[in-house]
């Protein structure tokens, strides 16, 4: 066999045989990084060090209002304590299992019932007039009736986390899967599959980028509930700690507390980047 | 009776009747097409051309009149053939599943109805994709490809399929004038190379005197067949007849009668928003 590096067709025109250069997700982190070196990163490090520097004079100066908040070396201080606390690092681990728990059940629950109802119109009719009517109330508001609901609290913070995560997840999956291009099924169709074929083949790839952008945005929502219902409803995780640290007056442990829960929460959404990174492959071109 | 896709279309009619307003999309189609014909639809738009297409895919039903393929019934009145991989479509607006790889995409029709092995139908694809000058793109998604590699990709993928009858809905509508006539040398190098059955509907002229053994002209809506002229250029053809006698006469004889439609088409418009 030769290899060909040039085909010339029959109309004599000359074609360059190469594969497109794919822009690769690890030289587009190389070209991120090289944008943020430089005067970005110089700027961002002096106004993040005076705010930093404000804040920790910010007693000394007499600001009113933030004379009340520790400063950022109290702060470090608090850090070190909780840091070596095991209580705080099962914090880390209870809240990121309610997370873990009570998104997983929402999209396992959301998406195959978003599917249903927008591929089956009897479905759509009968529940969707259900989830007007509990939508808009906001999750925070059912946690009093989930504390009476549940047989235990861990199940009523489970409940108000999978609420965050579920309605989001569902509107998505309603809306990807009810406007994908009928030109893909009729093409699937006319290429040889059986229309019971369509589900896996067109309807459901056609819908994870939907799937996909419900689950970043619910992931958000439900790091809000958890804390909420922890401080609510909860005797452990990070919420809790939060809101214990408050009631005994540790201000600095508080805002340890709000980092951490920061973090956990950035942690979450690049989870769900990458899940959803892999999951749409053929997006990461744009 | 072996399939070889001659296709007969008797007294082809089809009434739109959105809340009681009657449109008549086809009025009375009468076509007979060979087999393994190249068979080229013009009109203007909106003349019911992409409707008879719809008809014969299966995607939509007549109201009158009726469909043979090689004898068989194909389409009548109430009565609708599901769309099936003897009939595949190549899409205006393009239908290449964007999930997929292009080599997914080009085999997916074969080895899903199980007539080819996933190596035999790559192999194959492969050597299609070489022959329009497509060579290592397979692991492309297809947003990677261009307006006119997108083109070729699905019209090969059409052609793996190995229907009975190709029917293309106005392919080229997108692409700028010079893909336009690499790509269409592309389709006729695929067609002389894998000969079938072609139902090729545009409403460029040249176009379809350049591809088609014969073409039709179809009237402005209700769309009804006004002249079917038979295009004797000898294949294999390129460019180079674009500028021949033969070709400029066809075009002068047919350009008439599609300005006049193209004409009525515009007045008609410009009634409807007045």
């Given at each position: 066999m030769t290899d060909q590096s040039v085909i010339i067709t029959k109309s004599g025109e000359r074609r360059s045989a190469q594969p497109m250069r794919q822009l690769t997700s690890s030289n587009r982190f190389i070209r991120w990084l090289k944008s943020l070196w430089g005067l970005n990163l110089l700027l961002g490090t002096i106004s993040i060090g005076t705010i930093l520097l404000f804040w920790e004079f910010a007693a000394t100066l007499g600001i009113p209002g933030l004379k009340d908040v520790p400063p950022p070396s109290a702060v470090i201080a608090a850090a070190n304590d909780l840091l070596v606390s095991p209580q705080y690092w099962n914090g880390w681990l209870l809240s990121f299992e309610r997370i873990g728990i009570g998104f997983l059940l929402a999209?396992?629950?959301?998406?195959?019932?978003?599917?249903?109802?927008?591929?089956?119109?009897?479905?759509?009719?009968?529940?969707?007039?259900?989830?007007?009517?509990?939508?808009?109330?906001?999750?925070?508001?059912?946690?009093?009736?989930?504390?009476?609901?549940?047989?235990?609290?861990?199940?009523?913070?489970?409940?108000?986390?999978?609420?965050g995560a579920f309605w989001i997840v569902l509107l998505n999956t309603i809306g990807g899967a009810s406007n994908i291009d009928r030109v893909y099924k009729r093409a699937a169709l006319s290429l040889g599959s059986q229309p019971?074929?369509?589900?896996?083949?067109?309807?459901?790839?056609?819908?994870?980028?939907?799937?996909?952008?419900?689950?970043?945005?619910?992931?958000?929502?439900?790091?809000?509930?958890?804390?909420?219902?922890?401080?609510?409803?909860?005797?452990?995780?990070l919420g809790y700690l939060l809101w214990q640290s408050f009631q005994i007056g540790a201000i600095a442990h508080v805002i340890v507390c709000m980092i951490s829960i920061g973090i956990a929460g950035y942690l979450s959404s690049a989870l769900i980047r990458a899940i959803g990174g892999f999951a749409t492959p053929w997006l990461r071109l744009h | 009776m072996e399939n070889t896709g001659a296709l007969s279309i008797r007294n082809a009619g089809k009434i739109y009747d959105p809340e009681g307003i009657h449109v008549v999309a086809v009025d009375d189609v009468s076509l007979e097409i060979e087999a393994?014909?190249?068979?080229?639809?013009?009109?203007?738009?909106?003349?019911?051309?992409?409707?008879?297409?719809?008809?014969?895919?299966?995607?939509?039903?007549?109201?009158?009149?009726?469909?043979?393929?090689?004898?068989?019934?194909?389409?009548?009145?109430?009565?609708?053939?599901?769309?099936?991989?003897?009939?595949?479509?190549?899409?205006?607006?393009?239908?290449?599943?964007?999930?997929?790889?292009?080599?997914?995409?080009?085999?997916?029709g074969p080895v899903k109805q199980g007539r080819i092995s996933v190596e035999a139908a790559k192999k194959q694809a492969r050597e299609f994709l070489a022959r329009v000058g497509l060579h290592g793109i397979e692991d492309q998604y297809p947003e990677a490809l261009s307006g006119g590699q997108k083109r070729r990709v699905e019209i090969i993928r059409a052609l793996m399929n190995d229907p009975t009858i190709l029917l293309l809905d106005e392919p080229f509508r997108a692409?700028?004038?010079?893909?336009?006539?690499?790509?269409?040398?592309?389709?006729?190098?695929?067609?002389?190379?894998?000969?079938?059955?072609?139902?090729?509907?545009?409403?460029?002229?040249?176009?379809?005197?350049?591809?088609?053994?014969?073409?039709?002209?179809?009237?402005?809506?209700?769309?009804?067949?006004?002249?079917?002229?038979?295009?004797?250029?000898?294949?294999?053809?390129?460019?180079?007849?674009?500028?021949?006698?033969?070709?400029?006469?066809?075009?002068?004889?047919?350009?008439?009668?599609?300005?006049?439609?193209?004409?009525?088409?515009?007045?008609?418009?410009?009634?409807?928003?007045?």
């Open positions: 999209q396992l629950v959301g998406i195959p019932l978003g599917l249903a109802m927008a591929m089956s119109r009897p479905t759509f009719g009968t529940i969707f007039p259900i989830i007007e009517l509990l939508r808009p109330i906001p999750p925070v508001a059912w946690i009093p009736i989930s504390i009476v609901f549940w047989p235990t609290r861990e199940q009523s913070v489970i409940f108000i986390v999978f609420l019971r074929d369509l589900f896996w083949k067109i309807i459901l790839p056609a819908t994870i980028p939907s799937i996909v952008t419900g689950m970043a945005v619910g992931m958000g929502i439900s790091w809000e509930m958890v804390v909420a219902s922890e401080m609510i409803a909860g005797d452990t995780g | 393994g014909e190249f068979f080229v639809l013009v009109g203007p738009s909106g003349c019911g051309k992409t409707t008879l297409l719809n008809v014969i895919a299966g995607f939509d039903q007549l109201t009158s009149g009726a469909i043979n393929m090689d004898g068989t019934p194909l389409a009548s009145p109430g009565k609708r053939l599901r769309p099936g991989p003897d009939r595949t479509v190549v899409f205006q607006q393009g239908a290449l599943f964007p999930w997929k790889s292009v080599l997914w995409n080009i085999t997916c692409l700028d004038a010079l893909t336009k006539s690499v790509v269409q040398e592309h389709l006729l190098e695929l067609y002389d190379f894998s000969p079938k059955t072609v139902f090729f509907i545009t409403h460029d002229l040249e176009e379809a005197i350049f591809l088609g053994d014969r073409v039709a002209i179809m009237t402005t809506r209700p769309g009804s067949i006004k002249k079917v002229v038979r295009v004797d250029i000898p294949r294999p053809r390129d460019h180079r007849i674009l500028t021949s006698s033969r070709f400029l006469k066809l075009k002068a004889e047919l350009g008439e009668a599609i300005h006049d439609e193209a004409q009525k088409a515009f007045e008609a418009g410009e009634r409807e928003l007045a």
